[in-house]
């Protein structure tokens, strides 16, 4: 079967929980990357929400100035099932 894939993306998303991705079939994550483009060190959580519950990628993580973090890519998949 062949792959279809999908690219979401969110900006200037604040300091207020954003949602970039509500799967609605089984789902494989291949790739999150979070990048700091702001001029002070910031602090992103990564989470999935399943059933109410929020589960954890990454919690408090820094990412300085001009960096960027990678929870999700390389080895590492996630996959979703709805």
Do not use: E, R, W
């Not at 993306?9 to 790739?31: F, K, M, N, Q, R």
């Amino acid at each position: 079967m062949a792959n279809t894939f999908k690219n979401y993306a969110a900006d200037d998303v604040g300091t207020s929980p954003s949602t970039i991705l509500t799967a609605t079939t089984a789902t494989t994550l291949i790739g999150v990357t979070v990048a700091n483009i702001i001029l002070t060190t910031i602090t992103v959580d990564v989470y999935l929400t399943i059933g109410g519950t929020d589960y954890y990628i990454v919690k408090g993580a820094v990412v300085p100035v001009g960096g960027a973090l990678v929870p999700v890519g390389g080895d590492q998949k996630v996959v979703l099932h709805c």
